[in-house]
């Protein structure tokens, strides 16, 4: 039997004239097609291997079971086939997994989606330690000022000027396990670094300044290494930078990427990890259009500049020093999923120029990875610590990559998102995106990942794995037209959709909001800032969804509404494909009848951000209206995205109950599974996909044009 517990929050903010009620929850997706019941006890089962798929024997596995408000922890041993059994009951849990003579791993899970992988932990896979081998860990773009002191609309700050230090620690403390597993961990330190804002800035829209509590922080989440090529490193000039490099070198973190000539700005930071020579160089991409630029000259400091000339003649001078060399690049666009023209080129010249390895940023969003004359590329890394408010810069990745005298070894992508700006290990649904879409942008480059526990893992052998098709059946319910396909595995592709219907047709989409299982809402000890609520009074009904033994989720959000309320989408989606077909999806259980107006609402191409917020008129998608059956109903509206004069649009549903008799009472509504779906495709009757577009290999969920009267058989492999 599921307990039941009920959690209200509330806080206000004002994004009109007037101030609302908003809080920052995550919903689970939809329907889900192919889920089971949370049970509350489960016994899961696991194997640790080395990477000869040897089992491994005495391993040892600590339990760190986290609960919404203390954790606990035990520890279980392999047995000679490497094989452990562990009994869970809380929703999440993270694993350690120490074996003598290897690396150490740490792989979190919510509860619920090892119940979906039939109460079983996918392989896990241990590297060994051995002389000359070397492991390396690297995030992506670190800030941590702006929105962490200042947030918008009233939300909750997360530094505090008598608390710095801590609350800067919390930001991190969820990597903390995962970086200090490293010889040595790195991140691109996207922004400069001064007790309070410098007095000049350069001249930019955008400038970034952290306290040095930032610094102290990475050091004790155990990074070790810095790179400062990047376009916010002279954000403040001189001053800026000057402060940046005092305080680096008052920290334990080494760095490089920038100085006060360009000669300084391209020496290498030298270090010997487990008795392996490295030096790490880092660069960005261009030079800045102002009349004082980015890049380090010779008369003034800046971020070392990446030119393809720089690049080869500074890897090269490490190189014929016999020093193992990392490139770290700053470059390409923001928000797109395939590096340019400019930065393929230059990394790949690193690596002819005899680089081992060539990390990339700038987009904020994650990129695909390459074996490259068998040495690796990541095109980019993402956001590590940042607060960007959309959905698609928060599902990122930490990279672990083994050396052995310089020479590939091996890697393994750590999912994370990006939860209230703080980074958590992505569980459920965004493991399954994060690790989507770097398996299918990897593939496109002939570099295939495999799993190990929650990860992925690209090997030197690079083997495309041959995968057993099997096949999913979508029982039809008799109304409802959309189901998920997040429950197979995210290594694995929809190959086929066989139809008996003549008149069925299908699409296949992808969710465009970061659809967390609703029960992790306060997982990692924060919270996502994703979702607005205005209603008399609201409440999480933990565990309350449940039907038949059947869960789409585990959670559900109930509103108290008088006259009339609004759920929907706090922020603007700024990175949409214009002109697609969208549908808005949502489950409402009410006793009383409602009627629901969504709504779509943008911001013009050079609108002001809080001027769109309270000014830019609200487009009805469609009003409908919702019987009070007491009963869960599925709602859809369907509308196209803006296709020119936007920047951005979010989605939003008013709530208003329906008069009944003469005395007004308040209407009690619960929503569940809220989903902004994009189609990848046309309606087609075709088996397999025609996989004309890339997001149709990032498929979630796929819709008919009615619903099925007759089992539909979804095919992968």
Do not use: C
């Amino acid at each position: 039997m599921l307990t039941i517990t009920t959690i209200a929050l509330s806080i206000h903010m004002s994004i009109t004239s007037t101030h609302i009620k908003i809080t920052w929850l995550i919903f689970s997706l939809f329907i889900a097609l192919f889920s089971l019941p949370v049970r509350s006890d489960t016994t899961v089962q696991g194997q640790v291997l080395d990477d000869a798929s040897r089992p491994i024997k005495g391993a040892v596995v600590e339990v760190l079971v986290i609960g919404l408000t203390k954790s606990s922890s035990r520890s279980v041993t392999t047995d000679a086939d490497g094989r452990f059994t562990i009994k869970l009951s809380e929703s999440l849990v993270q694993l350690t997994f120490d074996a003598q003579g290897f690396y150490s791993s740490v792989h979190s899970f919510s509860l619920s989606e090892l119940q979906q992988n039939s109460d079983s932990i996918p392989a896990i896979i241990l590297t060994e330690k051995k002389a000359g081998r070397v492991m390396l860990a690297f995030g992506g773009d670190v800030m941590m000022g702006r929105r962490f002191f200042k947030p918008y609309f009233d939300d909750a700050e997360l530094l505090h000027d008598e608390s710095l230090l801590d609350d800067s620690r919390q930001v991190v403390a969820q990597m903390k396990p995962y970086m200090s597993l490293a010889d040595l961990a790195a991140v691109n330190l996207e922004t400069q670094i001064a007790n309070e804002t410098p007095k000049k800035k350069a001249k930019k829209s955008v400038v970034f300044f952290s306290q040095p509590a930032l610094l102290s922080a990475l050091t004790w989440a155990g990074i070790d290494y810095v790179t400062l090529g990047n376009n916010h490193t002279y954000d403040y000039l001189e001053s800026g930078l000057d402060s940046t490099l005092k305080h680096l070198l008052q920290s334990q973190l080494g760095y490089s990427g920038a100085g006060k000539t360009s000669n300084d700005a391209l020496k290498a930071h030298r270090e010997t990890i487990n008795g392996q020579p490295f030096s790490m160089l880092g660069y960005v991409g261009w030079e800045g259009g102002a009349k004082v630029g980015q890049a380090a000259t010779a008369d003034h400091g800046g971020a070392a500049y990446g030119s393809l000339e720089n690049i080869v003649s500074t890897v090269m001078r490490e190189t014929k020093a016999s020093r193992h060399t990392v490139v770290q690049y700053h470059g390409s666009l923001e928000y797109k999923n395939e590096p340019t023209g400019v930065t393929e080129q230059r990394l790949k010249s690193a690596i002819d120029a005899g680089a081992s390895l060539a990390i990339a940023h700038h987009p904020h969003v994650a990129q695909g990875l390459e074996l490259y004359q068998n040495r690796l590329i990541a095109y980019s890394m993402g956001n590590f610590i940042f607060d960007q408010n959309f959905n698609s810069t928060q599902l990122s990745f930490i990279l672990y990559v083994w050396l052995d005298e310089g020479q590939f070894h091996r890697a393994e992508m750590v999912p994370i998102y990006l939860k209230g700006y703080k980074p958590t290990p992505a569980v459920g649904l965004q493991r399954h995106y994060v690790m989507k879409r770097l398996s299918e942008l990897s593939a496109k480059r002939n570099t295939y990942v495999s799993a190990s526990g929650g990860h992925g893992v690209i090997e030197s052998d690079n083997k495309k794995t041959l995968k057993s098709k099997y096949s999913k059946t979508v029982k039809p319910s008799g109304k409802d037209e959309l189901f998920s396909l997040a429950s197979s595995h995210w290594g694995d592709r929809l190959t086929g959709v066989v139809m008996k219907d003549e008149q069925l047709q299908y699409r296949i989409g992808v969710n465009l909001i970061n659809g967390s299982d609703f029960e992790h809402y306060a997982d990692f000890d924060t919270r996502d800032r994703t979702w607005l609520i205005d209603a008399k009074s609201h409440r999480l009904n933990l565990g309350e969804s449940q039907k038949k033994n059947e869960l789409s989720s585990n959670t559900s959000l109930e509103l108290t509404v008088d006259n009339r309320a609004w759920l929907g989408m706090k922020h603007f989606r700024r990175v949409y494909n214009a002109s697609s077909p969208m549908t808005v999806q949502t489950r409402v259980n009410t006793v009383k009848p409602v009627t629901l107006n969504f709504y779509w609402q943008g911001r013009k191409t050079r609108q002001k951000l809080f001027d769109a917020f309270e000014n830019s008129e609200k487009q009805l998608i469609q009003s409908i209206n919702v019987s009070g059956k007491g009963d869960w109903q599925t709602i859809t509206a369907d509308f196209n995205s803006p296709r020119i004069g936007y920047k951005s649009y979010r989605v939003l549903v008013e709530i208003i109950p329906k008069a009944q008799g003469h005395q007004a009472q308040d209407s009690i509504i619960a929503f569940d599974d809220f989903s902004l779906i994009e189609w990848q495709s046309a309606y087609s009757r075709n088996t397999e996909p025609n996989g004309f577009h890339f997001g149709e290999t990032q498929a979630s969920v796929i819709g008919f044009n009615k619903a099925p009267s007759e089992p539909v058989v979804v095919q992968f492999n």
